[in-house]
């Protein structure tokens, strides 16, 4: 039932196109959406019976805001610019990329080829991405022997051991020519984009020559690397009878769901596929979520934009091109317009698979996180963090924060801390200042970005943790967000939940969990996970401060020798096993070099 504020406002919708703002009882947005009629569109929310997702928005909405504009277009883009501002919990939100690799050709006066993770906008060539890193690793390979570029560092002043193998054109020792790069560069995208059959006359061409000069070694290389191009690059099938590199989109929409499948082809072939399923909340076209998953696919770090984007019919081609500065089209026959009813299929395929494990997954997840909020008198929350310190003895102490949403683990969001104040071991005090610095940065730094905060904070500890948290909180950054700590009984085992707060006059009592629930499972799991986390991130630093320790004790070495030492070899035992050039090329003196080789 609509509240009182929100029938009044309900009345006055205008019947035009715009975007709404969907608010919580704290006035966060919780979801953005468009509509081509805005009075229809946002009455549905209230004035329809909804199921799954959307009854749980409609549940949480005490307010909205609307704004207007003048066209379909128009509203696209706003609501793309808004879903990015406010990052709306019920909005589809999009994990960040799956980290396949690309193989990159630099944009430098002595370009290079390497494999990448991270896509920057420098003018550099970025193919892929490859679903297999091994295969990435061997075209890599293949193509610095056949088309070589740079493969040093580049100004050496003599030739390095890949020029003298025939994979480096010599930067190293000398000025090659851009036109010399530029030929290579012209092959390598060739080669890329599916012209095989070029490179296979070359290749055979270089093999005779090499027989006929009885460099048989050489030739039995090369034979190697046509077997390659045999086995791993014509192996795949061609689908499509051009090089165009594409990405098809299709989707499939059932129970309130939307399965997203998308098809990468690269060299005529397809290359990889990737399935996204999310619960719909927009009581409009599911065709508007589709767009919108679209957008923010390619608005990760690490995606390089197609060609050419095919969707299915019903889409605003138009729109969805301007946002993304690429041609979006949907076939209308032949084999573009078959694989887009096989991605379709897929989706459905996919979407039908996840209804089977969707029921026992959310009794697991959510209902154990229900269980939690249930226990402690609050409403339903979506994110719970939790906090927890280590130290030896008071040395190298840090702090560890991971964040938990309806009942999974969400470990994009995980934070380590290295705490500023020195320890007291043995003194109670140590826990409360750790406690007090790692909250106030935490959620000071949430309000000065204007970030969504937790619906719960659980400290692992008892009542002085949960004390130093709230004073924080609630005196210095005047924040209400509930606190509770996990606490342990004499064996170290978890088995209540503490919750009050003295500071608003609220009591503190020991609220007991059913050991045998989800929601004392996803309790323990939390405390367990946010120990693991922080134990890890304290031996890293440790062992990390304790090899720094152990190379400022060398005689000669400053912060700076050491700091480059440490970058590059990452452990003692590996300085220990350089050689004196190795050493060297890290950027020391001969001197430096010889110290640290004896010291050690």
Avoid at 213 to 238: G, H, P, S, W
Avoid at 362 to 388: C, M, W
Avoid at 544 to 563: C, E, H, Q, V
Wanted: glycine share 6%.
């Amino acid at each position: 039932m609509a509240s009182e504020l929100i029938e009044n406002k309900l009345k006055l919708l205008p019947a035009k196109p715009g975007c709404y703002l969907m608010k919580d009882i704290n006035g966060k947005v919780i979801y953005v959406g468009k509509s081509k009629n805005l009075k229809n569109r946002v009455r549905s929310y209230f004035k329809s019976t909804q199921v799954g997702r959307r009854a749980e928005l409609v549940n949480e909405i005490r307010d909205y805001d609307i704004i207007t504009v003048s066209t379909d277009k128009e509203a696209f883009l706003l609501e793309v610019t808004l879903i990015k501002k406010y990052q709306p919990y019920y909005n589809v939100q999009l994990k960040q990329g799956t980290g396949y690799p690309y193989i990159e050709i630099t944009n430098e006066r002595d370009p290079q080829t390497k494999l990448t993770s991270i896509i920057r906008k420098d003018g550099g060539y970025y193919f892929g991405p490859y679903p297999n890193v091994y295969a990435a690793q061997a075209t890599l390979k293949f193509i610095q022997k056949v088309f070589p570029l740079r493969r040093c560092n580049g100004k050496q002043k003599r030739p390095c051991l890949y020029y003298h193998m025939g994979q480096c054109l010599g930067a190293c020792f000398k000025t090659v020519p851009k036109s010399e790069y530029d030929a290579q560069i012209k092959k390598i995208k060739s080669f890329l984009n599916g012209d095989i059959a070029s490179v296979k006359q070359e290749l055979n061409q270089r093999m005779e020559e090499a027989s006929q000069n009885l460099e048989f070694e050489r030739a039995a290389d090369i034979r190697d690397q046509l077997k390659y191009i045999e086995e791993t690059v014509e192996k795949q099938k061609i689908i499509s009878n051009d090089n165009t590199q594409r990405d098809i989109f299709n989707f499939y929409v059932d129970k309130s769901w939307i399965s997203v499948q998308v098809f990468f082809l690269r060299q005529a072939k397809l290359l990889r596929r990737e399935t996204r399923m999310y619960p719909l909340t927009d009581t409009g076209d599911p065709e508007d979520a589709f767009a919108s998953v679209i957008v923010q696919f390619y608005g990760q770090k690490n995606r390089v934009l197609p060609k050419e984007v095919l969707v299915p019919e019903g889409i605003d081609n138009e729109a969805l091109s301007e946002v993304l500065k690429v041609p979006v089209r949907t076939p209308k026959r032949g084999q573009k317009r078959a694989l887009l009813k096989m991605a379709k299929e897929n989706a459905k395929l996919k979407l039908d698979d996840k209804f089977r494990l969707l029921e026992l997954g959310n009794r697991k997840t959510k209902g154990a996180q229900k269980e939690i909020f249930d226990a402690l008198g609050l409403p339903y929350g979506h994110v719970i963090e939790s906090f927890d310190h280590s130290h030896i003895q008071g040395t190298d102490p840090v702090s560890a924060l991971v964040v938990f949403k309806d009942g999974e683990p969400d470990k994009n969001s995980y934070r380590k801390y290295k705490l500023k104040g020195e320890v007291e071991h043995q003194n109670g005090g140590d826990e409360v200042r750790n406690t007090r610095e790692v909250v106030r940065r935490r959620y000071g730094r949430l309000l000065r970005e204007h970030k969504a905060m937790p619906d719960l904070i659980l400290m692992d500890g008892g009542q002085i943790q949960v004390d130093a948290c709230q004073d924080v909180l609630r005196n210095e950054l005047n924040l209400n967000i509930p606190v509770a700590g996990m606490v342990k009984d004499d064996k170290h085992r978890t088995n209540h939940l503490l919750y009050g707060d003295l500071i608003n006059g609220v009591p503190m009592k020991l609220i007991p969990l059913d050991p045998k629930s989800q929601g004392f499972y996803l309790m323990t799991r939390i405390q367990d996970e946010v120990h693991r986390f922080a134990i890890t991130f304290h031996r890293r630093t440790h062992a990390k401060n304790a090899l720094s320790s152990k190379l400022d004790s060398i005689k000669g070495i400053g912060p700076k020798s050491r700091n480059k030492l440490l970058r590059h070899f990452g452990s003692i035992k590996k300085i220990k096993e350089a050689s004196i050039d190795e050493l060297r090329e890290v950027g020391l003196t001969l001197p430096q070099a010889q110290t640290v080789k004896l010291t050690l």
